[in-house]
Nanobody, 115 residues
């Protein structure tokens, strides 16, 4: 099992920037992909960005060109740099890891973008 702890959420004005960080511990050697998902008004968690251990990235359409995901394999961390934030980016951001046979989630960190 992998334990995840997120940090960096908060309140920011539209157009501003935030950086989220996630630190993984536990059975981190099994991780093949790390990423971020966002839960807005509904219960659905939408893809924000993912990155594989090889550095391949994938972004949700709404954040392309504004958000950048990065990963430090040695430190077992994944960061999300969020620029040009919009009110619709508001939500709880969850760190996620995908290992063979399981997925793990952090408790989430709240991001609020004011207009």
């Amino acid at each position: 099992q992998v334990q995840l702890v997120e940090s960096g959420g908060g309140l920011v004005q539209a157009g501003g920037s935030l950086r989220l960080s996630c630190a993984a511990s536990g059975n981190t050697r099994s991780i093949v992909r790390m990423g971020w998902y966002r839960q807005g008004q509904g219960n659905q968690r939408d893809l924000v960005a993912t990155i594989t251990s090889g550095g391949d990235t994938n972004y949700g359409d709404s954040v392309k060109g504004r958000f950048t995901i990065s990963r430090d394999n040695a430190k077992k961390t994944v960061d999300l740099q969020m620029n040009s934030l919009k009110p619709e980016d508001t939500g709880v951001y969850y760190c996620n890891t995908l290992s063979i046979g399981r997925a793990d989630w952090g408790p989430g960190t709240k991001v609020t973008v004011s207009s």
